[in-house]
């Protein structure tokens, strides 16, 4: 017997559809807006600070000069320790020099050969001009004579040529330093191979006094134009640089020169400063940090630091404006003094700038000032 099963299903769906609408809820009503954020303020004042700029800086030499031979052949000799004190015009390497000995030889003789015919040829020619005199021979036969010698004193200053240049390159054999200052590590050993101006076989660089090379922003180029005009006292602390591991290095820099042109792509100009090294503290190639001492007649704008927020490299600040709302603006820092920082620009005395409440607010928000 077939049973119908359709009128307890209908009356199952009616009892659920039912319960649904029986729980259904009203709809919450909408929320205001949120309350204002307490904050602290700080208003902004002028006042007098002395504090360092620092840029980034490489130690630089004043004068370097590559070591590379002028004549092929092999090393025979090394006359330096690695990393000593070198003095110009010191022997440091030399080269093979048996086949230059052997050219300069021949090259020698050839010479004397040359002067020997050039001799012979003057003292005919001498000879046929006293009998040319008395009409004892032809004009023709003194005309060759005098051509001879012509000949002969070009072929001693072709010998003469020859010898200085091989000369040259027997004196290239031996290797001597071209400045004093500190020679490297040697890139070849005894017995090498050399290619003239190919291989590279060591450095000397200046060691006292030191550069220290960085890069000043063009606004700043009028500034250091009048530190350069005016000069620095021996035991001055305007220029100083701190060293890999924090140390400060002991010795002020004066300006040794700012370069003659700003790079148009980046909007700065190399500046180089000079430090003595008698230490020896300083190496070529050392990274440190150049700070220059700001103390200028200005008065600047200072700001606690815990103001400032960061945002993909830019750094702004919460200005209070009028009905209690608060607007970011883009600051140019400085450099931190303490717990302070100074602003270069956005910032002018009588600002009030939020300083405590800064992570829960935003661009236009509404505060309330504790």
């Not at 040319?132 to 010698?149: E, F, G, R």
């Amino acid at each position: 017997m077939k049973k119908n099963f359709g009128i307890p299903a209908l009356s199952l769906m009616g009892i659920l559809l039912f319960t649904y609408c029986g729980d259904k809820k009203p709809a919450a009503t909408q929320q205001g807006p949120p309350p204002p954020v307490a904050v602290n303020i700080y208003e902004v004042k002028e006042g007098s600070a002395t504090y360092f700029d620092e840029y980034p800086g490489t130690v630089v030499a004043l004068n370097e000069v590559e070591i590379r031979p002028q004549v092929s052949g092999y090393i025979t000799g090394i006359y330096f320790k690695d990393g000593q004190r070198v003095s110009k015009g010191q022997k440091l390497y030399s080269i093979d020099q048996q086949q230059y000995q052997g050219s300069y030889d021949q090259a020698l003789g050839n010479l004397n050969v040359a002067k020997a015919n050039l001799a012979r040829a003057q003292k005919d020619a001498d000879r046929y001009t006293e009998l040319a005199k008395q009409d004892a021979i032809a004009k023709q036969v003194l005309d060759h004579a005098n051509a001879d010698v012509e000949a002969n004193k070009m072929v001693v200053e072709a010998a003469k040529a020859n010898l200085n240049g091989v000369q040259t390159n027997l004196r290239y054999t031996n290797i001597s330093s071209p400045i004093s200052g500190t020679i490297g590590i040697s890139q070849v050993k005894l017995g090498a191979s050399v290619v003239p101006g190919q291989t590279w076989l060591n450095t000397v660089s200046a060691d006292d006094p030191l550069a220290v090379d960085f890069a000043l922003d063009e606004k700043e180029i009028a500034r250091f134009t009048q530190l350069q005009q005016k000069g620095t006292k021996p035991k001055d602390s305007v220029f100083m640089i701190e060293l890999p591991g924090g140390i400060t290095y002991n010795m002020p820099g004066t300006i040794g020169l700012i370069d003659r042109a700003v790079d148009p792509q980046t909007g700065t100009i190399k500046t180089r400063l000079i430090f003595s090294n008698k230490s020896n503290m300083l190496r070529s190639g050392m990274s440190c940090v150049v700070r220059v001492k700001n103390d200028g007649a200005s008065n600047k704008v200072l700001l606690p630091f815990r103001a400032v927020v960061e945002q993909m490299g830019e750094y702004a600040v919460f200005v209070l404006g009028d009905s209690s709302k608060v607007t970011q603006k883009k600051v140019l820092l400085g450099s931190r003094i303490k717990e302070n920082i100074v602003v270069r620009d956005g910032l002018k005395a009588g600002d009030k700038v939020v300083i405590d409440g800064v992570q829960k607010i935003r661009d236009g928000a509404v505060v309330k000032v504790n």
